[in-house]
């Protein structure tokens, strides 16, 4: 049976604590230093599952866009693996011989860019450094920052809602515990922001828990969220609600779906399937394939994205949890064996922490600017 699940506004008369947590909220998205003393959003456990109501009209957001680069991408990869390793490198002002892109190299490999990747970025570097282009190791920093910026750019493409796929769907997959619930409860607060009416699928029907989690994302952001319980069909629960959004005329629907390993046939054979159902009411549905990629992953990231992508054809990358101690090199192995743009990176649990994936942000949050540095 269908459910709709939404907040109710806060009304000041009613409610007037409600207003001011809104206010509160409002101000606090222009201070960084509040920003960064808010505590972490994410719904870890079950929440009570809030009383359903009849579907009504979304209404315009009531919050304010999150504030752009507060805290900026540095600041949150500074543990990075790869921050780390070229960090120690560089302030020790080498030499510039062949002794520094053998220590380039390992800090590569260290930090997850993988053989390929490495092989190809430091072949680059050796020919230019016996062609004699570089003055000095600064040269040569500065020629490595360019080339994994241009390494990164032709996947750097922003998700963009093509407004004559009414609704524009989203199908959010990826292995176990990556962050899939978490950047949909935050892509559901930026389509908010952006003034784009939307609702969410609860695929994830393998635990209880996990429906409840994306109705406690909808909660906090006002938005229905279709869901049929635990043990449904999540294909019925795909077409359900494809059906709800288009009925209600929503500009984007973003279906959960359960974590699962790439490695069990089955499981990825049902994501064809929810597939094949949501193109059954629209063919050209799903419209975007995003699959979360937690950036801790490390190599196996790469088989990980060859199974899902062979599977239901991925069309968009997120690589999560970049914050903390991810090793971030991963993006680039990504980036050079697939070319399947990447659309956002998460760098924390905050809504404001998925950004918009820019590879020059990205690179030089990761590398030092400059020798000694
Ligand atoms: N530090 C950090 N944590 C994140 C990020 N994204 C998600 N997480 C955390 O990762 C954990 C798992 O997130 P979920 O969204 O539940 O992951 P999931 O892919 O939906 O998990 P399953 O549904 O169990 O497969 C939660 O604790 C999130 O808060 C991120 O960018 N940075
Ligand atoms: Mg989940």
Do not use: C, H, W, Y
């Given at each position: 049976?269908?459910?709709?699940?939404?907040?109710?506004?806060?009304?000041?008369?009613?409610?007037?604590?409600?207003?001011?947590?809104?206010?509160?909220?409002?101000?606090?998205?222009?201070?960084?230093?509040?920003?960064?003393?808010?505590?972490?959003?994410?719904?870890?456990?079950?929440?009570?599952?809030?009383?359903?109501?009849?579907?009504?009209?979304?209404?315009?957001?009531?919050?304010p866009a999150a504030a752009p680069g507060k805290p900026g991408w540095r600041e949150r990869l500074r543990?990075?693996?790869?921050?780390?390793?070229?960090?120690?490198?560089?302030?020790?002002?080498?030499?510039?011989?062949?002794?520094?892109?053998?220590?380039?190299?390992?800090?590569?490999?260290?930090?997850?860019?993988?053989v390929a990747a490495t092989t190809q970025l430091v072949e680059q570097l050796r020919r230019r450094m016996k062609a004699r282009e570089f003055a000095d190791a600064n040269a040569l920093l500065a020629a490595l920052r360019a080339d994994l910026v241009a390494l990164l750019q032709p996947v750097?493409?922003?998700?963009?809602?093509?407004?004559?796929?009414?609704?524009?769907?989203?199908?959010?997959?990826?292995?176990?515990?990556?962050?899939?619930t978490t950047t949909i409860g935050k892509l559901a607060r930026r389509f908010r922001d952006e003034g784009r009416s939307l609702m969410l699928a609860a695929g994830d029907t393998f635990r209880a828990a996990a429906v409840a989690q994306l109705q406690a994302w909808g909660e906090r952001n006002g938005v229905a969220v279709i869901a049929q319980g635990q043990d449904a069909d999540p294909a019925s629960v795909a077409f359900d609600a494809l059906q709800a959004a288009k009925s209600r005329g929503v500009e984007v629907l973003v279906a959960d779906t359960a974590g699962r390993l790439h490695t069990q046939q089955g499981l990825m054979a049902e994501l064809g399937k929810i597939r094949r159902v949501l193109g059954k009411l629209d063919p050209s549905a799903p419209h975007e394939v995003l699959m979360v990629i937690d950036g801790t992953t490390g190599q196996n990231a790469l088989s990980q994205l060859r199974q899902f992508h062979a599977a239901v054809n991925v069309t968009g990358l997120v690589v999560t949890k970049l914050d903390g101690t991810a090793k971030g090199g991963v993006?680039?192995?990504?980036?050079?064996?697939?070319?399947?743009?990447?659309?956002?990176?998460?760098?924390?649990?905050?809504?404001?922490?998925?950004?918009?994936f820019d590879a020059q942000a990205f690179v030089d949050a990761l590398l030092p600017e400059a020798l000694g540095g």
């Open positions: 049976m269908l459910k709709f699940f939404r907040r109710k506004k806060p009304d000041p008369a009613a409610a007037p604590e409600a207003v001011a947590e809104a206010t509160d909220t409002a101000a606090a998205a222009d201070t960084a230093s509040v920003v960064a003393e808010a505590p972490a959003v994410a719904p870890e456990v079950a929440a009570p599952a809030p009383e359903p109501a009849p579907p009504v009209e979304l209404e315009p957001p009531t919050l543990g990075s693996g790869f921050a780390r390793s070229f960090g120690g490198l560089f302030a020790r002002n080498p030499k510039l011989d062949d002794d520094l892109l053998d220590e380039i190299e390992t800090a590569l490999l260290t930090a997850d860019v993988g750097a493409q922003p998700l963009a809602i093509d407004a004559s796929a009414r609704p524009f769907v989203i199908l959010t997959v990826g292995v176990n515990g990556v962050g899939k993006v680039f192995a990504l980036a050079r064996e697939f070319g399947i743009p990447i659309r956002f990176a998460g760098i924390g649990e905050r809504p404001e922490d998925l950004r918009v």
